[in-house]
């Protein structure tokens, strides 16, 4: 993935008119529309899918792998 | 001399306002850890990585007080062995000596996770990245592209993907500082991490090698530098894996217990297959969200949609990506990344 963003980070400063030595400060709108979707899923996806917000939102992980056993959660009780 | 900014012990107003601008980042993503700290407090780890530690203080190759029949493991000689690189194992020594078994490795996930976004953040102050570009690109690495979502998980297979991170943001910085003989060291780190991170040295080989600048012999030393940076923990991996297994190539990934029967069944074919592509293309490119409860309830319930079990299309999750269709070619990190990427993607389809 760090080297998507190396890519991303050239082809931003093609779009801005930016050399690769020149300081990239703004980004497109519409990349900020993108980067904004992927966020907000990205959020949803840590709500939905990660063991420690399934924790603190069920009360108990529900896809968590065969290596962690949940002991005691006293704010769901 | 005494009016150059360089000179002054006070830091400019830029510099004062980039700091802030790190900090208000750096604590946003912070926040967004905190679960991870909480479940350290409710949840006890049986974790895998720190019972080969265990194992590695006392001398052994194989995860102390696992059953043989876990999955995810290679039951061998009486043992539990996993087939994962030793890396985080080995980095949790110092904790588990310290703390014993309990220690709960989701305290160095979330180090790790707050070293990444320092290491993110230089990476883009070398990368000339600066201003609001430099938080919304932050943010969509950190939050948008999915590696909170892997960073809050709490297993070992998540802090694995963290650390490898680390290390290859680590390599990154180095490699713009030119410090080849490390960016080799934390490759080869990044390799014991997670095997497949070994197609990451074509990028800094490709790097050296498309800087036209460079006379021939500088570029040859610094190749040179890369390899002997990347030879040591190579060496190490290679008798790790031979000392367990018999063979220096030998992860014992095939070897592993699966852990469903849909996983033996992928299997069946061989790790890499073309049959595989069609599937993981799916997945990767065109699967959408999922109905809640299911796709075949008459009335769907409250969120409505689940993100499904195999993941959802990189295309849907992280559109802003599609971006880097519209990278110029003539940048050499890009001419060195392009490859980089196109072989990694093709052995994830094929896999």
């Known amino acids: 993935m760090p080297l998507l963003f190396i890519i991303l980070i050239a082809a931003l400063k093609q779009n801005q008119g930016v050399d690769a030595d020149q300081p990239l400060i703004s980004v497109p709108t519409l990349f900020k529309w993108m980067a904004l979707i992927s966020i907000i899923l990205g959020l949803w996806g840590m709500l939905w899918f990660s063991g420690a917000y399934q924790l603190l939102i069920f009360g108990h992980p529900i896809a968590l792998p065969n290596d962690v056993s949940v002991q005691f959660w006293p704010l769901a009780s | 001399m005494l009016n150059s900014p360089t000179a002054s012990t006070e830091p400019t107003p830029d ?6 601008q790190f900090l208000r980042f750096f604590v946003l993503i912070f926040l967004l850890m905190l679960p991870v700290l909480l479940s350290i407090v409710f949840v006890n780890i049986n974790n895998l990585d720190v019972a080969l530690a265990s194992g590695f203080l006392h001398d052994h190759l194989y995860a102390e007080g696992i059953a043989l029949n876990t999955i995810d493991t290679v039951p061998l000689n009486g043992h539990s062995y996993l087939p994962l690189g030793p890396l985080t194992s080995a980095l949790e020594v110092p904790f588990v000596a310290l703390l014993g078994a309990d220690f709960n490795p989701m305290w160095l996930d979330f180090a790790l996770t707050m070293l990444n976004v320092w290491l993110f953040w230089r990476l883009l102050i070398r990368l000339r990245v600066a201003g609001a570009a430099r938080t919304w690109l932050a943010a969509f690495f950190f939050i948008g592209a999915l590696y909170l979502p892997q960073a809050a998980g709490i297993s070992t297979w998540n802090l694995i993907q963290v650390a490898a991170i680390t290390l290859t943001l680590a390599a990154l910085n180095l490699a713009e500082h030119e410090q080849w003989l490390w960016v080799g060291l934390l490759l080869g780190c990044a390799v014991n991490a997670r095997f497949s991170l070994i197609l990451n040295v074509l990028y800094f080989v490709l790097l050296i090698l498309f800087n036209q600048e460079l006379p021939h012999p500088t570029q040859v030393r610094r190749l040179m530098l890369l390899g002997a940076g990347l030879l040591g ?119």
């Open chain 2, 15 to 20: 510099a004062a306002i980039e700091r802030r």
């Open chain 2, 233 to 351: 923990p190579m060496l190490l991996l290679f008798w790790y894996n031979y000392a367990r297994f018999g063979s220096p190539l030998e992860t014992g990934y095939i070897l592993s217990l699966p852990g469903s029967a849909y996983a033996l069944a992928t299997r069946q074919g061989g790790l890499f297959s073309l049959d595989h592509i069609p599937t993981n293309f799916y997945y990767m490119f065109l699967n959408g969200f999922a109905a809640y409860p299911t796709e075949s309830a008459t009335a769907l319930q409250f969120p409505w949609i689940r993100r499904p079990a195999r993941g959802m299309s990189i295309l849907l999750t992280s559109p802003a990506l599609l971006y880097v269709f519209a990278a110029p070619l003539r940048d050499r990190r890009v001419r060195a990344a392009l490859p980089t990427i196109i072989i990694g993607i093709l052995g994830l389809l094929s896999y």
